[in-house]
């Protein structure tokens, strides 16, 4: 070979270099998701690498040159896809046949089969990178090349055996290396991406998992919190009535009290045990909700006498704080008869009540419910403090309260409205509320209205 020819493949070699910092710079970092604009640019890119390499090739004959577009176009193929490779052979064979001479034909279709070579290399054989990598460059630069060779076909026939014999030599020990070269370059910046990305979601899985411990350090120290203040109010509010029930029982042990005090003592001492059970209902039903034993008990249940029992129970303790209660039906005694759990709806709806009662320092409460579909939609709005906005998709966990000091007179065990939530869902239902804090709040809680008949 002329030194001319080995001036050439050194200039093919740098712009060939230039190729491969293409694929590492522009194409890879957007391998998963390339879009249609990326696509084209980098055709275009690899279009114009090709005719700079034809604008440096080396010369055989006058008109018929060579250079190392067949390499690049078999590659792009492999590596970039259909799009870019198109684009870029359309602009190859549109400046070859621009150049002319005897080679004309015969270089347009060189440009046509190599890329087309690699495109079809990628669509049937896509896993072809977790073999052998190095067999199969080989084999797709021996293919390329040998249909470059036959391609000589298309010169004139003077020229055809001169030019055959003339590279067969160079193809062989230029071209298929430099193919194997070339592909083993984009291997390994494609595996220097892959490590980057591992590194990356190495790093990002480390974030996140810091992150959770975070959040769950926090979840944690929530969580003692809560039930800090939870035994701290399950112990003043098992004391609280105890003292009632204890202190008013060693009153009634004088024989001096008249009448009214002894029913005003009783009176005392009922009310104390009526917390106390209700609280000890309370820890028993969140024991089984824990502990997955609670189950439905679906039978005929008439909604408008579950409410009158309702009323008829905290009436007293709401017009003592100088609340009004009011009960509102909106379907006959028939209608409003459904299957469901009679215990649950009256305790879940007497939660709510005692609620309402418990935050509200004057002004009305309303309970009832309306029927909406296929659903009964229970409802208690009050008056009361109201509910902050921050705290209002808390609520409904267990433990938690608005304010959990015991010196505040609304001090409870913070489990009514967890059990509320509980109950609701195991009817098939769900549970909401709208409060502004300062004004009131409405609770809800939906039940299926099968009915029973």
Request: aromatic share 8%.
């Amino acid at each position: 070979m002329s030194g001319s020819i080995f001036v050439g493949l050194l200039q093919n070699t740098a712009i060939l270099l230039a190729f491969g910092l293409l694929y590492d710079n522009l194409w890879i970092n957007r391998l998963e998701h390339p879009n249609l604009r990326i696509k084209i640019i980098s055709g275009v890119l690899i279009g114009t690498i090709g005719i700079v390499l034809m604008l440096t090739p080396w010369t055989m004959i006058p008109g018929i040159v060579f250079d190392t577009r067949s390499v690049m176009l078999s590659i792009a193929g492999l590596f970039f896809g259909a799009i870019p490779t198109v684009v870029a052979m359309i602009m190859d064979i549109a400046f070859r046949a621009i150049i002319g001479g005897g080679g004309q034909l015969m270089g347009m279709v060189v440009i046509l089969l190599s890329g087309t070579t690699g495109i079809l290399w990628r669509l049937y054989r896509p896993h072809w990178m977790k073999g052998n990598r190095n067999l199969e460059l080989l084999l797709l630069g021996i293919t390329v090349h040998a249909l470059m060779l036959a391609s000589t076909v298309l010169l004139p026939s003077e020229l055809k055996m001169g030019i055959f014999e003339a590279i067969l030599i160079p193809m062989v020990l230029v071209y298929i290396p430099a193919e194997l070269l070339l592909g083993r370059l984009l291997v390994s910046q494609y595996e220097n991406w892959k490590t980057r990305l591992a590194r990356e979601e190495l790093l990002k899985s480390e974030q996140r998992l810091i992150s959770d411990l975070v959040k769950a350090k926090e979840k944690a120290e929530e969580s003692d919190r809560l039930k800090s203040a939870f035994l701290a109010n399950l112990s003043h509010e098992i004391h609280t009535p105890m003292n009632g029930i204890l202190g008013f029982a060693e009153i009634l042990q004088n024989p001096n009290i008249n009448g009214d005090e002894m029913k005003e003592y009783l009176g005392v001492i009922r009310e104390s045990g009526t917390r106390m059970l209700d609280i000890i209902h309370d820890l028993i039903a969140v024991s089984k909700l824990e502990t997955g034993q609670v189950n439905i008990r679906a039978a005929s249940v008439n909604v408008n006498a579950i409410l009158d029992e309702i009323y008829n129970r905290y009436s007293s303790p709401s017009e003592i704080k100088g609340l009004q209660l009011i009960v509102r039906k909106n379907l006959s005694d028939k209608e409003c008869t459904i299957t469901s759990d009679k215990e649950k709806i009256h305790s879940a709806l007497s939660n709510l009540v005692k609620n309402a009662i418990k935050y509200s320092n004057e002004g009305v409460i309303e309970f009832g419910y309306v029927k909406k579909g296929r659903y009964l939609e229970f409802f208690v709005k009050d008056q009361g403090i109201g509910i902050p906005a921050d705290k209002q998709a808390a609520i409904f966990d267990r433990f938690v309260q608005v304010n959990t000091s015991i010196s505040t007179a609304n001090a409870g065990t913070g489990l009514g409205l967890s059990i509320t939530k509980a109950y609701a869902k195991l009817l098939g239902g769900a549970v909401s509320v709208t409060s502004e804090e300062g004004k009131g709040s409405t609770f809800y809680f939906t039940v299926p209205a099968w009915s029973a008949s």
